[in-house]
Nanobody, 123 residues
Framework: QVQLVESGGGLVQAGGSLRLSCAASGRTFSTYAMGWFRQAPGKEREFVAVISGSGGSTYHADSVKGRFTISRDNAKNTVYLQMNKLKPEDTAVYYC????????????????WGQGTQVTVSS
């Protein structure tokens, strides 16, 4: 069982930055690929970024490529999402998730989910 707790969300102006953190419980953190997803009001949950268990591979959605960066610190059981040049359309609840199946953009392949953290970008 893995428990995930996100933090770092908030209200920011367009063009600003935020760093989200996701702290995981358990001693097997490095065996999980970790992903970030987001869901805006009235929209389906969408993939944002994923990082492999070792941290050696990352993949970002086209909508955030060049602005967001996923990283992880396995010694701290934490995954991060650095978000720069934020836009109003980035407003959503952001979720981190853990997958035993490897790095993937498919939400159905993730085993554990956090409760989410709200990010609001004002114009």
């Amino acid at each position: 069982q893995v428990q995930l707790v996100e933090s770092g969300g908030g209200l920011v102006q367009a063009g600003g930055s935020l760093r989200l953190s996701c702290a995981a419980s358990g001693r097997t953190f490095s065996t999980y690929a970790m992903g970030w997803f987001r869901q805006a009001p009235g929209k389906e949950r969408e993939f944002v970024a994923v990082i492999s268990g070792s941290g050696g591979s990352t993949y970002h959605a086209d909508s955030v490529k060049g602005r967001f960066t996923i990283s992880r610190d396995n010694a701290k059981n934490t995954v991060y999402l650095q978000m720069n040049k934020l836009k109003p359309e980035d407003t959503a609840v952001y979720y981190c998730a853990a997958s035993r199946a490897g790095a993937s953009s498919g939400s159905n392949l993730y085993d554990y989910w956090g409760q989410g953290t709200q990010v609001t970008v004002s114009s």
